[in-house]
């Protein structure tokens, strides 16, 4: 029975993926788990796996190429098995039978529906709703899940698979899983940039800072040669161009500003880098807490407007923006925000950023936000206003911490100041609502022992 590669749905927000490349070509023989392609998203890059075996009789799709979700882009067959039904009409437009988030079928299902593809990066089930059949590599007395291109990966760097945790479908080890481990052990890149919502970067709070490395830089063009280019949009870029849309012009922002004084703060940080060389604390990762902290004594900011009612999450999921390379932002969120210790966020933080900027982050990392925070600060920027990420009914905008003259009991001294704008959702936020929010979530800042409790 011949085998559909569909374009998977990776995440809510997605309509088309992007082939980026092909890992098989036609001819291969394919085994049940075998990494074929990878494909971008408007979130993340990951890589679809085959659901059946044979022989990857034809690519629909080609590197570069966009198509809608669900659309076939490639099958997988016995050598002798006819497929000439499912390439009519180039079967570009072919969906997934059954119910599915893309195009309708051109042409009516078989009896019997083909298994599909499954993306290996996601915990998402696949088209047909089946379970995703995995390869399983024995090591020693065990049997470990993992893709092909995750052995490969593993051999390479000599890591052991068993010591890993999968976080693909079945707990299944895949490419992200033993690159966050390799990241962990030193073995990355230097580390990402975390960025705000703003659309800016700010340094990572353990990298000398640099001019906002994920703009792609061009050469100088000769005298004469044309006045302009035309880029056409990515995948992320037309997903944030539709959101901003839907959050700027129907929602009713307003902003409130408020100045925090970070001496107590700055001890914090510099007493806890002192005392964990690794660990690292940066200014983001206190705020970060500090949010937490304050939505669970204001509930009423950690909501979000559903037109007929406004819902108030009992939980504090906590997003941070960070940018892409290539362009763009995603937000990964930090779940129980308000449960856990500046050291599990200041890592958790340092983690999620890293994946982020790569675009290798599971799509259940970056959805489910109840409140945002955006920093600008340390690109040297005093003070901004960041657009709501719906359906949420706020966020902050974090400008720089730096040291200025203030003025204490009728004379000036050197201070260390920050300032915080919140903008909401009036649907949601009332303005003195967001005051009062504001002025616990300064007297945290200004006061940071409450965060050991």
Known sequence: MAVKVLMPKGSDTMTEGKVLKWLKKEGDTISTGDTLLEIETDKVDMEV????GGVLRKVLVDAGKVVPVGALIAVIAKPEEDISALLKGDGAAIAAPGPSHGPAPAHPPATHPAPVATPASTSLPPATGGAIPTEAVGTGSSRV???????KMAHEMGLDLAALTGSGPGGRIVRQDIERHSSVRGRAPAAPTEVSG??????SPFRAPSPLPFVPRRPVPAPGGPDFYDEPLS???????????ESKAPVPH?????????????ELRESANLLDAQLKLSYNDIILK???AALREHPAVNASFRGDAVRYFNRVHVGMAVAVEGGGLITPVIRDCDRKSLQDISREAKDLAARARIRKLNPEEYVGATFSVSNLGMLGIEEFAAIINPPEGAI???????EKPVVVDGRIEAGWRCRLTLSCDHRVVDGATGATFLQTLKGILENPVYLAF
């Open 145 to 151: 899940l993992a893709s092909p291109l995750a052995r």
């Open 290 to 292: 500090a949010c937490a």
């Open 396 to 402: 902050l905008a974090v400008g720089a911490v730096g």
């Open 198 to 203: 703003g659309g800016g970067g700010i340094p």
């Open 49 to 52: 796996d085959a659901l059946g």
């Open 254 to 266: 307003f902003y409130l500003t408020i100045e925090v004084d970070m001496r107590r703060a700055k």
């Open 235 to 245: 995948s992320m870029r037309k997903v944030i161009a539709s959101r901003l849309v």
